[in-house]
């Protein structure tokens, strides 16, 4: 789905077909100071949280789970998601502000996918755990 980021400088658009994702990517981008509406009709939007409310909007549009949990739950088991959509972040047409919050996402992303990325120069650690009742085994 596309959603259109609401924003004071310059029309922009991102993309997800996840809800939870769309809210953390808002969160994100404009640090309670954007919203996401959505391009389809009855389809909920992002609001925006200049004056506060995020952890209670959260609360009632994620089953009661806090702006923490949502956050984690979508960087443990919906990173590719979460960096698609920040990548998809595009405007309407050429920038007309100093605010350059389309360059901002395509950063997040690279950030949040290097991370998630294993250390290619260090090797993983081999921890051998011996036991009386197993012999030796290997974990990693």
Known sequence: ???????P????FIETDE??????????IGRGQ??????????PCVPIFLFGGAEEWFEKNFGG????AVFDDVKREKLSALVACLR??????????????????H???DKLESDSA????RPAQVVFVSSALDGAKETK
Do not use: Q
């Not at 789905?1 to 924003?7: A, D, V």
């Not at 954007?34 to 389809?43: K, L, R, S, W």
């Not at 972040?89 to 360059?103: I, V």
């Open 34 to 43: 954007y919203a996401f509406e959505p391009d389809a009709d009855g389809a």
């Open 19 to 28: 809800f939870d994702v769309a809210a953390v990517a808002c969160i994100l």
């Open 1 to 7: 789905m596309k959603y259109e980021i609401i924003n």
């Open 118 to 121: 294993p250390d290619p120069g």
């Open 107 to 109: 950063k997040l992303a």
């Open 65 to 68: 789970r806090k702006i923490s």
């Open 9 to 12: 400088s310059d029309k922009a």
């Open 88 to 105: 998809s972040a595009k405007l309407a047409s050429g920038r007309s502000s100093m605010n350059d919050f389309t360059g901002y996402a």
